[in-house]
T-cell receptor, first 115, second 112 residues
Framework: DGGITQSPKYLFRKEGQNVTLSCEQNLNHDAMYWYRQDPGQGLRLIYYSQIVNDFQKGDIAEGYSVSREKKESFPLTVTSAQKNPTAFYLC????FGQGSNQPQHFGDGTRLSIL | AQSVAQPEDQVNVAEGNPLTVKCTYSVSGNPYLFWYVQYPNRGLQFLLKYITGDNLVKGSYGFEAEFNKSQTSFHLKKPSALVSDSALYFCAAGNAGNMLTFGGGTRLMVKP
């Protein structure tokens, strides 16, 4: 079945540590996205990529980094510069990127907590 | 800047009664509008979208939404609620030039 796979489902970060969240899709979608979801809040865009080897900052990119070396993969690194990383992180993809009228497809998320 | 408002944090409805989850938007030009549902510890699932055409859009699981251009609203509706409809619902809006903007979400509680 086609879809988006996020791993791990739960992740714990120590102080000063960088951690990487995996996102893989087999939908052949061009665009991929990372969102952060905090309790009682909506989704906030961290980074997005519309094509391989290119990505743009979203609304809350500080303390995060991404790469897009393959169409299928869009990993997110939460760096030690992100002082409040505890949240639910969602990866999504869509057929086209900015301005697209196609729905985004979401993975089942990674819940990141601080040790 | 575009924005999406879901004015109710929570909506309570009895099973079998009709439900409405409200959404208003501010988007320049012709909007693209979406509804998603999220169950606990899961990602968002697409329910329906409005791009153009009929103002009443039908989607998955018996849900529908009504586009009202003059009121800039896109309310989600279902004629008869099920307990299994209890979840978090998100409205999203965009247009041909911009990324999607999501509302803050509305928790729907359907009581037996």
């Amino acid at each position: 079945d086609g879809g988006i796979t996020q791993s791990p489902k739960y992740l714990f970060r120590k102080e000063g540590q960088n951690v990487t969240l995996s996102c893989e899709q087999n939908l052949n979608h061009d665009a991929m996205y990372w969102y952060r979801q905090d309790p009682g809040q909506g989704l906030r865009l961290i980074y997005y990529s519309q094509i391989v080897n290119d990505f743009q900052k979203g609304d809350i990119a500080e303390g995060y980094s991404v790469s897009r070396e393959k169409k299928e993969s869009f990993p997110l690194t939460v760096t030690s510069a992100q002082k409040n990383p505890t949240a639910f992180y969602l990866c999504a993809s869509s057929m086209f990127g900015q301005g697209s009228n196609q729905p985004q497809h979401f993975g089942d998320g990674t819940r990141l907590s601080i040790l | 800047a575009q924005s999406v408002a879901q004015p109710e944090d929570q909506v309570n409805v009895a099973e079998g009664n009709p439900l409405t989850v409200k959404c208003t938007y501010s988007v320049s030009g012709n909007p693209y509008l979406f509804w998603y549902v999220q169950y606990p510890n899961r990602g968002l699932q697409f329910l329906l979208k409005y791009i153009t055409g009929d103002n009443l859009v039908k989607g998955s699981y018996g849900f529908e939404a009504e586009f009202n251009k003059s009121q800039t609203s896109f309310h989600l509706k279902k004629p008869s609620a099920l307990v299994s409809d209890s979840a978090l619902y998100f409205c999203a809006a965009g247009n041909a030039g911009n990324m999607l903007t999501f509302g803050g979400g509305t928790r729907l509680m359907v009581k037996p």
